[in-house]
């Protein structure tokens, strides 16, 4: 079979590798859709673990099962997490799932960017969904990132009717922004550099947007606000720098949630007397849990949230690199997915196509 092969951001190659096999208790998965993941372009973490193949955002149709197999039949179409939790260790047993000491132990192989995959029983188990008819394998995919949305919003404490501030209007950005009013957000303000994506954010449930290249953003918040900072601000850019940023625009008795990983360095450093006096509080959420995977699912089904607007691109599998560094360059695109068998395997058209015939 074929496969994406991640080396560097500047290198990802299209290679031959064995179908893989599987056990008794395990299924094998034609990949029809992958997502490439804001996650897989930082270099910092992953050209140290590279040659790999790329995905963990995968959909596609279960082509072999294995003789202890009983929930699942060939002809499935379903969606697969790739990080699951054991259900056993003692941060299982606390209820923090994406803390799980086995979380990482079983994968998905060799990854998901490539024609076929293994789903180790682990997987199957806990979190493999059946994808309803109405919903699309592109739209299956977003199950893994905008449940690392839903799982950060459900620590983040909104009350109804406050006003929230997303900085950040990528992918994940765009996840937050649109969900959430499911949690009662009143006004939820979108900060970006891109005008391109203040203005998709407007589609996708932002009723204010702050533009700081030509904007003031305390300013502007303030404005927007009723004189106040911001109740709950979301960072999904992943830098001191706008940790900083969301830290200093939230309101007195308010909320920062950290949405996105930095580098280990710089260190963050923070105006204890603003920490303390504000009674701010601070959460963060690593990855989505089996809850949050289903629940994304059940949201689409019901046609309660909208992923095919968020899915700007899609692309065949000879055009993941292209497709990659126009993630990279972060202009006019967030989500773009990957068909390693070709886009007209999908059950509904999505979103532009990247490549010769676009
Ligand atoms: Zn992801
Ligand atoms: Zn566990």
Not at 51 to 63: C, D, F, Y
Not at 191 to 214: C, Y
């Amino acid at each position: 079979m074929r496969a994406a092969v991640y080396y560097n951001n500047s290198d990802i190659r299209i290679e031959e590798m064995p179908i893989p096999e599987i056990g008794p208790d395990e299924v094998l998965v034609k990949t029809i859709a992958s997502g490439i993941c804001g996650g897989e372009l930082m270099e910092w973490y992953h050209a140290p673990r590279a040659p790999k193949v790329m995905g963990h955002e995968p959909a596609g149709i279960i082509v072999d099962k294995g003789s202890q197999v009983k929930n699942f039949n060939v002809g499935d179409r379903v969606f697969v997490n790739h990080y699951v939790s054991c259900g056993t260790c003692r941060q299982c047993l606390r209820g923090r799932f994406t803390l799980c000491e086995h979380l990482k132990e079983s994968k998905l192989f060799p990854g998901t960017t490539c024609e076929y995959f293994r789903v180790p029983s682990r997987q199957l188990n806990r979190d493999t969904l059946i994808i309803p008819d109405n919903v699309t394998f592109a739209e299956a995919t977003v199950c893994e990132p905008w449940g690392c949305v839903l799982g950060g919003l459900k620590v983040t404490e909104i009350l109804p009717g406050d006003t929230v501030l997303v900085i950040g209007a990528g992918f994940m950005g765009m996840g937050f922004l649109h969900m959430a009013p499911l949690f009662g957000a009143g006004k939820v303000i979108s900060m970006d550099l891109s005008d391109w994506r203040l203005n998709k954010s407007l589609s996708m449930g932002a009723t204010h947007t702050i533009n700081p290249k030509t904007e003031n953003p305390e300013e502007k918040l303030r404005d927007i606000n009723g004189g106040y900072l911001a109740d709950v601000v979301i960072v999904t850019v992943p830098t001191v720098q706008l940790y900083s940023q969301g830290h200093n625009l939230v309101e007195r008795g308010g909320f920062l949630h950290l949405g996105a990983p930095t580098m280990p360095e710089p260190l963050w450093t923070i105006n204890p007397q603003r920490q303390y006096f504000t009674e701010m509080k601070v959460s963060a959420k690593y990855s989505a849990d089996h809850n949050d995977t289903s629940q994304i699912m059940k949201w689409l089904a019901a046609g309660r949230i909208d992923a095919k607007a968020a899915i700007t691109h899609r692309c065949e599998l000879d055009d993941t690199f292209s497709a990659f560094r126009m993630m990279l360059d972060a202009g006019e695109s967030l989500k773009t997915v990957v068909y390693p068998h070709g886009i007209d395997q999908e059950i509904q058209p999505v979103s532009k196509k990247i490549g010769t015939d676009s």
